[in-house]
């Protein structure tokens, strides 16, 4: 077995293994442990697999509010500054709900920024600063990619029988999007 050792001037150890093989991974990504929960398997796996696809976007948009809380200027600054700072608290508790949630079910939550963008179905919005009429669209379309698919994901989850899963993503998923969405909508001028 390798050992990290930290020896100042001298960065050679930061490139071996950081952990002992043996103690590596004990449950694969796709992986679903037995519960005790009397969900029929296959459902519980559907659940998983749909909970991680939401958690990545509902995870980039977390982001997308954090870059624009970051980026966004003019007349509106303070207020917007705010308003986007608020939201991204609030899918920040969407996404420990829907993380834990996958975890109760036995599956695996991502977790890392780079499986995160592997996984979303929102495009990647470019490193540099973009207006506020470009921020506000980004934003509203990456809410309605996520309200598309909860709203199939619950009644796939209804209809096999999770209704845990089906709450999680109505009562928490939709619902915190929705009231979002209205926010956000107020400040796109169409007049
Ligand atoms: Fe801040």
Same mark, same amino acid.
Not at 58 to 76: I, N
């Given at each position: 077995?390798?050992?990290?050792?930290?020896?100042?001037g001298d960065?050679?150890?930061?490139?071996?293994?950081?952990?002992p093989?043996?103690?590596?991974?004990?449950q /694969?990504f796709?992986?679903?442990?037995?519960?005790? =929960?009397?969900l029929?398997?296959?459902?519980?796996l559907a659940?998983? @697999?749909n =909970?991680?696809?939401?958690?990545? @976007?509902?995870m980039?948009l977390r &982001?997308?509010y954090k870059k624009h809380? %970051?980026?966004v200027t /003019?007349p !509106?600054?303070?207020?917007?500054? =705010? =308003?986007?700072d608020?939201?991204? $608290? $609030?899918q920040?508790?969407i996404?420990?709900?829907?993380?834990e949630?996958?975890?109760t079910?036995?599956?695996?939550?991502?977790? !890392?920024?780079a499986?995160?963008?592997? /996984?979303?179905?929102?495009p990647?919005?470019p490193?540099?600063?973009? @207006?506020?009429a470009?921020?506000?669209?980004? #934003?509203?379309?990456a809410?309605e990619?996520? #309200?598309?698919e909860?709203?199939?994901?619950a009644? $796939?989850?209804a209809a096999s /029988?999770?209704e845990?899963?089906?709450?999680?993503?109505v009562?928490d998923?939709i619902?915190?999007?929705?009231?979002?969405v %209205?926010?956000l909508?107020?400040?796109v001028?169409d &007049?």
């Amino acid at each position: 077995m390798t050992r990290s050792t930290i020896t100042r001037g001298d960065s050679k150890h930061l490139k071996e293994p950081v952990v002992p093989s043996k103690t590596g991974e004990v449950q /694969g990504f796709r992986h679903a442990q037995r519960t005790t =929960l009397a969900l029929d398997a296959n459902a519980s796996l559907a659940s998983i @697999d749909n =909970l991680n696809q939401l958690l990545a @976007d509902s995870m980039t948009l977390r &982001d997308l509010y954090k870059k624009h809380h %970051w980026q966004v200027t /003019g007349p !509106m600054f303070y207020m917007l500054h =705010l =308003l986007f700072d608020k939201h991204f $608290e $609030e899918q920040s508790r969407i996404i420990d709900t829907i993380a834990e949630h996958i975890q109760t079910l036995g599956g695996v939550a991502i977790a !890392m920024a780079a499986d995160v963008a592997e /996984g979303t179905g929102i495009p990647r919005p470019p490193k540099g600063r973009e @207006d506020l009429a470009a921020q506000l669209a980004r #934003l509203l379309h990456a809410h309605e990619i996520i #309200l598309l698919e909860a709203r199939a994901m619950a009644r $796939e989850a209804a209809a096999s /029988g999770d209704e845990g899963t089906n709450d999680v993503i109505v009562s928490d998923v939709i619902r915190t999007n929705e009231l979002q969405v %209205w926010i956000l909508a107020q400040h796109v001028r169409d &007049d």
